[in-house]
T-cell receptor
Framework: KQEVTQIPAALSVPEGENLVLNCSFTDSAIYNLQWFRQDPGKGLTSLLLIQSSQREQTSGRLNASLDKSSGRSTLYIAASQPGDSATYLC?????????????FGTGTQLKVEL | DAGITQSPRHKVTETGTPVTLRCHQTENHRYMYWYRQDPGHGLRLIHYSYGVKDTDKGEVSDGYSVSRSKTEDFLLTLESATSSQTSVYFCAIMQEGEIYNEQFFGPGTRLTVL
């Protein structure tokens, strides 16, 4: 059974710092991996999707990498801002099981302080 | 927001009463999903649909049923609500593309069962 882990569960950094969020998964047989952002009381916003054949994807100050063989992904946030404060979740789409289903990690709650 | 709406957005009900949550999409996506989100558990899949009248169970389907009589609507029913079903419920769609498939989420429904 695919398991997705995100460590740490919470992170607090000063504004302007570059930071890395981690995501690990137990089964490397995946189609892709998605990173989401969730603001308090809100739904999930898709940030980046990395196909299994890709090593990284970039969007603005965000860069996501994927090392499928080791079961790891990182989300790099450059020059963090208070507006980046949110919970960040990663999810993998396993090859087995069908249904285009995702398996989610429990998220990292990020706080960027002034 | 990929044209996904959920209703109601908030609901308080009593144990033993039936509850139906509605997910509506405007873009004719084939796949639709219901998740619940609870502290410490992340998002867990309840049921999903891959077409009109085609549904399947997720990992936490006990106590829930679904129906999809039209492409745009996916209903989640709690036949007899219990306090353990107090949660935030999210609907999602899978946008199927030529290169990859990506999930997008609705705003969520906060359900409290007293």
């Amino acid at each position: 059974k695919q398991e997705v882990t995100q460590i740490p569960a919470a992170l607090s950094v000063p504004e302007g710092e570059n930071l890395v969020l981690n995501c690990s998964f137990t089964d490397s047989a995946i189609y892709n991996l998605q990173w989401f952002r969730q603001d308090p009381g809100k739904g999930l916003t898709s940030l980046l999707l990395i196909q299994s054949s890709q090593r990284e994807q970039t969007s603005g100050r965000l860069n996501a990498s994927l090392d499928k063989s080791s079961g790891r992904s990182t989300l790099y946030i450059a020059a963090s801002q208070p507006g980046d404060s949110a919970t960040y979740l990663c999810a993998v789409r396993p090859i087995t099981g069908g249904g285009n289903k995702l398996t989610f990690g429990t998220g990292t709650q990020l706080k960027v302080e002034l | 927001d990929a044209g996904i709406t959920q209703s109601p957005r908030h609901k308080v009900t009593e144990t033993g009463t039936p509850v139906t949550l509605r997910c509506h999409q405007t873009e004719n996506h084939r796949y639709m999903y219901w998740y619940r989100q609870d502290p410490g558990h992340g998002l867990r899949l309840i049921h999903y649909s891959y077409g009109v009248k085609d549904t399947d169970k997720g990992e936490v389907s006990d106590g829930y049923s679904v129906s999809r009589s039209k492409t745009e609507d996916f209903l989640l029913t709690l036949e007899s609500a219990t306090s353990s079903q107090t949660s935030v419920y999210f609907c999602a769609i899978m946008q199927e593309g030529e290169i990859y498939n990506e999930q997008f989420f609705g705003p969520g429904t906060r359900l409290t069962v007293l």
